[in-house]
C-alpha cells in the first residue's frame, strides 16, 4: 500500500466478533439492531444467561462479549470472572443499568475490560467495543470510575 497514507482500505480490516448477553430480549434485539449497521462488527451469538453466555464463549470464540451485569442465576460479574480464568482471549465489557461504583469496582475486579451504562449505549457502546477490540489483554488496565462515557482499562 505504498503512498497512500493513513488511507485504510476494506480488506485490511478485521470484524469484531461479538457476543451479546442481556436477560432482555428487547434489549437484545435493540443492541443486534445497533450492531448489525456496521461493517465492521458481526454479531456471532446472543444469550440471555450466564451460563449460555460462557457455553457460547467457549464455542464461537468472540472477540468481544457484551455482558449485562444482572442475569438470572450466574450473574453477568460471576461470568465475567469465570470467562477471565476459562477464555482469556475474550474481552468483556459490561453494559449495565446499575452505574455505582460499587458496580463498576466489582467489574473490574472480575475483568471486565470496559463498563457502559445502558442509558449511554447508543452514543458509546461501539467506540468502546472497537476500541477494547483494538487492545490486547496486555494493555489493559482499569475501569473509569464515571459513567457518562465509554470507560476502557489501561494499563
Known sequence: ME????VVH???????RALLVDDQPQ???????????????????????????????????????????RLPGIDGIAATRALGQD?????????????????RRLAAEAGAQAFVAKHDMTQSLLATIRQVAAQTKQSVGE?????????VRNV
Open 143 to 151: 475501569i473509569a470510575p464515571q459513567c457518562a462515557a465509554h470507560h
Open 87 to 103: 477464555l482469556p482471549s475474550g474481552k468483556v465489557v459490561i453494559l449495565s443499568l446499575y452505574c455505582d461504583p460499587e458496580t
Open 3 to 6: 503512498g497512500s497514507g493513513n
Open 27 to 69: 434489549i437484545l434485539e435493540g443492541l443486534e439492531m445497533l450492531l448489525a449497521l456496521e461493517s465492521d462488527v458481526t454479531i456471532v451469538g446472543t444469550a440471555q444467561t450466564a451460563q449460555e453466555a460462557i457455553a457460547l464463549a467457549h464455542a464461537l470464540q468472540p472477540d468481544i462479549i457484551v455482558m449485562d451485569v
Open 10 to 16: 476494506w480488506s485490511e480490516l478485521e470484524m469484531i
